[in-house]
């Protein structure tokens, strides 16, 4: 009877088996509940942030109607608050559950009166380690909502133009703000390319010119790494097509001139990853050879040091059998005659090797 190995460490999708769709269950690795709701209110003449209490955070999400605002949830680990906070907004439930699922499949999906889209964030983290995190967006209606697992992000740069009175977003609202965010996501994924570049062009000069055994791990290692980047953003290209040909009404015309360009973006990046992907395994094919060619260099240097030495352990196995009429054994010049003899077949052999360019 065929068995198959148990499996201790499962994953945190198990969680969901037998559960209804739309059901909100938080899958990600995070262990504290900790929760920051933070709001940011903007027009063209000023902007405005602050931190608010979970507990107030729809009341005043919608307190300035007149305004754009972003408001930003870091942390899903409050399943009652996603809900609640979803339900008040009239957000279906395949959306929330799509919220707080950290393994979900980045996606756009539109409905009558908002736009939702699941994205992967990617920088490096103070290891300088690949780190992703998971980024939820809904947009209505001069709102932006924003769902993030970690408080570390990559929109340091968009916070810093929200600041600024000559600020595009400020002038265009939030439907320019959604293309903003997701802009900067897709620069911090030329970054990550970018290094992963470098690591590839360094492992390729040490497999040229010094390949070890351990070099295959490491390579390897990037492979996967390149594997699982693609996973997360390959699909952000016809993410961003989606958007682009979308006649939501969310989405402005002006907005998408800039899509135009992001898609193109989108489009770099996808080349980009399937040219690292190619070159990882050629890598990998390049470090096996070279360590498969160091492999034959050794057992070409012990087959000619055994096609040397097999005619001298045969002159020597000879004169080393004890026989008593051996002609040989009691002439005068015997013994300098055998060491002359097989000094002969050794340098016989060696001219002949280097003749024929094996050696």
Known sequence: MMTFPSFHKKSRRYSKLGLAPGTVKYIGDRKDGRQIVS??????????????????????FFLKESESQWLNIVGLTNETFIRTFGNSLNLNLLTLESV??????????????YL????????FD??????????????LEGKLITFQ??????????????????SRIR?????????????????????????LGLRLDQLEDMVYHNSEASQGQEIQKLKKEILKLRQHIYPSKDLVQKLLHSSHPLITEETKVFLRDLSDQCAEINETLQLYREMSTNLMELHMSTMGNKMNEVMKVLTI???????????????????????????????????????????????????????
Not at 100 to 113: G, M, S
Not at 116 to 123: A, D, E, L, R
Not at 130 to 136: I, N, Q, R, S, T
Not at 339 to 350: A, E, T
């Open 39 to 60: 709001l940011v209110e903007f027009d063209k003449d000023h902007c405005n942030s602050m931190v608010l209490d979970t507990n107030m955070a729809v009341e005043s």
């Open 100 to 113: 707080v699922d950290t393994h979900q499949r980045p996606k756009i999906d539109d409905f009558d009166h």
């Open 116 to 123: 939702f889209g699941v994205f992967k964030m990617v920088y």
């Open 126 to 139: 103070d290891h300088a380690s690949l780190k992703y995190e998971h980024l939820a967006m809904v947009l």
């Open 149 to 166: 697992e970690e408080e570390e992000d990559v929109f340091n740069g968009v916070r810093t133009r929200l600041s600024q009175e000559a």
């Open 171 to 195: 002038q265009r609202g939030a439907d320019y703000l959604f293309f903003a965010l997701l802009d900067a996501v897709v620069d911090h994924y030329f970054i990550a390319l970018e290094q």
């Open 305 to 359: 040091m055994a096609s040397i030495f097999i005619p001298l352990t045969f002159i020597a196995g000879i004169y080393g059998m004890n026989f008593d009429h051996m002609p040989e054994l009691h002439w005068k010049f015997g013994y300098p005659m055998v060491w002359i003899l097989m000094g002969s077949c050794l340098i016989g052999m060696l001219l002949y090797f280097k003749k024929k360019k094996w050696m």
